[in-house]
């Protein structure tokens, strides 16, 4: 199976930024897309931004003109660049990948998740 490992999520202050980053290995062979989503306590998880190997991106309507979301696709890697970020954003958020594995399965994986916390 594929494993995700995520970073750069922490504690920063609202109006500030965060950089996300979400690393894929495995015996891949092709990803179709990498997204983020989030989830909030009390709250349902939600797209933040999705995006495919052709760079076509989608994004949740609270995060739009916000967050940006790009990719390496050499390196099976795809980063979230969150600005202006508000009380509103806090959540542990969370990787997805999926694709088709070596052996031709398809995958849908997930990482454990980082928590961003923006408060005063």
């Known amino acids: 199976q594929v494993q995700l490992v995520e970073s750069g999520g922490g504690l920063v202050q609202p109006g500030g930024s965060l950089r996300l980053s979400c690393a894929a290995s495995?015996?891949?062979?092709?990803?179709?897309?990498m997204g983020w989503y989030r989830q909030a306590p009390g709250k349902q998880r939600e797209l933040v931004a999705s995006i495919t190997s052709g760079g076509s991106t989608n994004y949740g309507d609270l995060v739009k003109g916000r967050f940006t979301i790009s990719r390496d696709n050499a390196k099976n890697t795809v980063y979230l660049q969150m600005n202006s970020l508000k009380p509103e954003d806090t959540a542990v958020y969370t990787c997805?990948?999926?694709?088709?594995?070596?052996?031709?399965?398809?995958?849908?994986?997930w990482g454990q998740g980082t928590q961003v916390t923006v408060s005063s």
């Open positions: 997805n990948t999926r694709g088709k594995l070596g052996d031709g399965r398809t995958f849908d994986s």
């Open positions: 495995g015996s891949i062979l092709s990803i179709y897309a």
